[in-house]
T-cell receptor, first 114, second 115 residues
């Protein structure tokens, strides 16, 4: 079966522009996570969706960041007025119901803000 | 809140040597523990996990980790590494109670295996 997919794989944008990053989770997975991975900084949690519940946005670094999940499936992370410090790899992960707690990660989107 | 410390940012070893990647966590409640691996230019994938039961867990490619509750550690070990084990390794902790399903990740350890 298909894994988690993300698009685009690479995105170069100018400072001040808005960007949208897309995540397609594994079909049937109810939980979806967004992380930011910077060199030497590990994974920084951004936002968590679980079913129809209100998302946990506690990791979003500023109000320039937002995310939505449509129909309990595809998710879009939007960064408005990008800054150079937003440059990083943005990872999406999904997990299913049950008690395995394992996360399945996508390949990531490498964002470069010039 | 829980935290995860991976004590070594980089571990260089020679092929066929043993290796230990250290992971310590802090939490006032019981936890689930994970090791994820990220091979060059690939996404993260689960290597092994501890949820309950035996404190020694193994992966299919020869890695093992032991949950030590008294030392709050979950170190990853392999008795003989291969070149193909070169990757970034992340330790993660998830609270087993409280309803949170957001794991906390360590900063990662880069394992570099030399021929």
């Amino acid at each position: 079966g298909a894994g988690v997919s993300q698009s685009p794989s690479n995105k170069v944008t100018e400072k001040g522009k808005d960007v949208e990053l897309r995540c397609d989770p594994i079909s049937g997975h109810t939980a979806l996570y967004w992380y930011r991975q910077s060199l030497g900084q590990g994974l920084e949690f951004l936002i968590y969706f679980q079913g129809n519940s209100a998302p946990d946005k506690s990791g979003l670094p500023s109000d320039r960041f937002s995310a939505e999940r449509t129909g309990g499936s595809v998710s879009t992370l939007t960064i408005q007025r990008t800054q150079q410090e937003d440059s990083a790899v943005y990872l999406c992960a999904s997990s299913g119901a049950g008690r395995s707690y394992e996360q399945y990660f996508g390949p990531g989107t490498r964002l470069t803000v010039t | 809140a829980q935290s995860v410390t991976q004590l070594d940012s980089q571990v260089p070893v020679f092929e066929e040597a043993p290796v230990e990647l250290r992971c310590n966590y802090s939490s006032s409640v019981s936890v689930y523990l994970f090791w994820y691996v990220q091979y060059p230019n690939q996404g993260l994938q689960l290597l092994l996990k501890y949820l309950s039961g035996s404190t020694l867990v193994e992966s299919i490619n020869g890695f093992e980790a032991e949950f030590n509750k008294s030392q709050t550690s979950f170190h990853l070990r392999k008795p003989s590494v291969h070149i193909s084990d070169t990757a970034e390794y992340f330790c993660a902790v998830l609270l087993s109670t409280g309803g949170s399903y957001i794991p906390t990740f360590g900063r990662g350890t880069s394992l570099i295996v030399h021929p």
